[in-house]
DNA sequence: GTCTATAAGAAGATAGAC
DNA sequence: GTCTATCTTCTTATAGAC
């Protein structure tokens, strides 16, 4: 990785632990083992690093998103893969949704940063809301209306139905964030979430 | 009010803006109409100021829990009051809920804050789950327990049911933080998704 | 591109008069 | 308790040699 990357990297991790004002020039120049005014060399200023990482991530973000727009457009492909799913595929599914976003390196430490600074700035509170609530309800709500179409879930709103999937999702998520010990018992509960939304919304009665 | 809670009133307001390191002493002096260095007689630095908005917060939670736990001991009485709730009802007592949670001054600000400082002490971030994750879903259980007891609804696993009605509600209450703009839309969707969550839990055959 | 040295300014905190 | 003046330290950023 260049020098350029790395200065956003080891910024991004510091700006997720401690916030940005509390990160200094010096510290991002410590870690990346340069002096802060070589710095200046790849970035005008510390805002220049910090709107670097709102910008990359934003490309990711896209990425991301039209990668996941491909598959929905495909949805006959995508019907024929959720035709014959079961709860522990339900679970698998949820489960590993939560572990990437709680483990990917990047994700995390770019939601932390988020986390920290979405008060600061409108734009950055738009970002917060866009990548962690509005596009996981849009995306999950195509999966599992694809379920409701195939009759494997049943509700007259997909929606709530998606909302009452995800929610709890998050929920956990941002208590993971907080306190990493809980990741297991947040696993635990997130299995029993699952497994009780699939009872209320699956096909077979109550 | 007297000079040294107001100092603690106008710090609150800054620091759930704009986060405890971008806010200066000065900033709160000017808010109380004092000169920074008068407001050194009150408190010793910035970061007692800080500490004595935890400790009050601290002194709240605890009579709020005080006052939610001798309502719970009667479990009679309030098993009364519960015995002929109905769906408008549940949808009223969430609403009433989401907006003291979100409208409540004190509270809000006191969230907001804890919200951006969460990453900066493990402490905070205790404070944090326990306020607006466990103690939430500990005292909806107590409720929603009430309910199951009384046959109004219907489960066998009452913790995962609490999850399922409060963590949308959690996640809309975020979502006005960041942008009260969408209060209307939120109560629309939180109106929605109790009375879904009474159709699924609900006695009545779905 | 990296360094040392340093400017420029911000922000927390104190001294001492009133 | 409040003020003005000031100290001290920290932090961003630049200058200029290598």
Redesign the interface.
Known sequence: MDTKQRILDEALTLF????Y??VYVADIADKVGIKAPSLYKHYRSKQAIFDAIIEEMNGRFLMQAQALSINGADATADAEIYKHIDEDHLVKLGTELFMYYLNDDYTRRFR?ML??E???DKDL??V??KQY?DDPLSYQGMLLGLLVAQGILV?D?VS??T??F???I??LL??C???PSRLESSLK?LE??IR??NK??GRTI?
């Open positions: 997720a632990q401690k916030g004002a509390d932390k986390t920290i979405q008060f600061h509170a738009d917060y809301t609530i509700t709103n709530i139905m909302l009452h995800y929610s709890p998050y929920l941002t208590v964030d907080r306190d509960t029993e979430h009780q939304f209320l919304y109550k």
